[in-house]
């Protein structure tokens, strides 16, 4: 008579495995979005080539080795602006287009 387990022990282990099978999936996908993020590291976002970073006038942003687009990190406009008051906002997107420019004269001849 107790060979058999009752309908609430099948209840437990069916709701128990369906559990252990939700965790294994949200795991595996989460390890595939951080595996997917890691895969656009140091990636432009535009074309997606490598992004070198250089520093002009003390503040590091990321140029693109292809199409020249420039990233800044969470809070370097900030820090640029709030600097502006001595003129770096002038002085370090002059030194990038500067960059640039350097960098397209040594490419064409
Ligand atoms: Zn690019």
């Known amino acids: 008579m107790t060979d058999k387990p009752s309908r609430n022990e099948e ?6 495995e ?7 999936r949200a795991k595996a996908a989460k390890e595939e979005a951080t595996a ?3 895969t656009h590291y140091m990636r ?4 997606g080539h490598d992004l070198a970073t250089e520093e002009y006038h ?15 990190d969470a809070g370097e ?14 002085s370090v997107f002059g030194a990038i287009v500067q960059g640039v420019r350097s960098k397209k004269t040594r ?3």
């Open 11 to 16: 209840e437990y282990f069916a709701r128990q």
């Open 18 to 24: 369906a559990e252990l099978l939700q965790a294994r």
């Open 36 to 38: 997917e993020r890691h």
């Open 44 to 47: 432009c976002p535009k074309c």
């Open 58 to 72: 003390g503040l590091e942003v990321d140029r693109c080795t292809q199409c020249d687009g420039v990233w800044f």
């Open 77 to 90: 406009v900030e820090q640029l602006i709030e600097g502006d008051r001595e003129g770096m906002l002038s």
């Open 107 to 109: 490419n064409t001849g």
